[in-house]
Each structure stands twice: as C-alpha cells, then as structure tokens.
C-alpha cells in the first residue's frame, strides 16, 4: 500500500511557473516510479510525465520543454517543475506511483493514486 499527498498547486497567470511536490509513503525500503497525470474539468486523466526508478524522465508532446519532472536521491519523492505555463495546463493534478514507468503509464489502473491539487492558469 502506497499512500501519496501532493503540493504546491495554486493560480498563476500565464507565462508563470509552479512547483507541485509529492511524497509517497511505503512500507519497507521498496522504491517506486513516479508520476504525474491532470485532468480538466470534462476531459479525461493525462499522463504529464513519469521518471522511472533509474531516473530517466518522459513527458508528454504538450509540456515537453515547459515541464521537469525530478526525483530525490532514494527517496519516494518527486517534483513537477512548470514553466511558461498556459491556460491549458488548467487541471486537477495527480501523482501516481507503481513499480515502473511503464506500469504507471499502460497499467494506470494498478497505479496508487494521490488526492490531486488544483492548477489553474489565467490569460
């Protein structure tokens, strides 16, 4: 059982920058893939971006660029690092973990989820 919280969202305006934090908690010593996933009011959850237990990062086409995803050294600890954000990045940001970065993308229904923390971005 993994139980994640999230921080850090809140209003900015467009162009601006956020940091969302996320802290998994777990029994053991086991470490975990990390990522974050948002969805906007009427849409589907999105997949943001992952980083696997090794440390390499993926994103998605629309945040390449804007977005970095990073995690502690050994820890069950990542961050999301937005920049130049837009008012389409408006959403209810998730942070998930599973086993692998693979897993938390294609199996998302095995993923642990956390509570979400609003984003939303003006014009």
């Known amino acids: 059982q993994v139980e994640l919280a999230e921080s850090g969202g809140g209003s900015v305006q467009a162009g601006g920058s956020m940091r969302l934090s996320c802290v998994a908690s777990?029994?053991?010593?086991?470490?975990?893939?990390m990522g974050w996933f948002r969805q906007a009011p009427g849409e589907e959850r999105g997949r943001v971006a992952e980083?696997?237990?090794?440390?390499?990062?993926t994103y998605a086409d629309s945040v390449k660029g804007r977005f970095t995803i990073s995690k502690e050294n050994g820890k069950n600890i990542a961050y999301l690092q937005m920049s130049n954000l837009e008012p389409a990045d408006t959403a209810m940001y998730f942070c998930?973990?599973?086993?692998?970065?693979?897993?938390?993308?294609?199996?998302?229904?095995?993923?642990?989820w956390g509570q979400g923390t609003q984003v939303a971005v003006s014009s």
């Open positions: 998930a973990a599973a086993r692998s970065a693979w897993l938390l993308v294609n199996r998302p229904e095995h993923n642990s």
């Open positions: 777990a029994a053991g010593n086991r470490r975990y893939a």
């Open positions: 980083i696997d237990i090794d440390g390499r990062a």
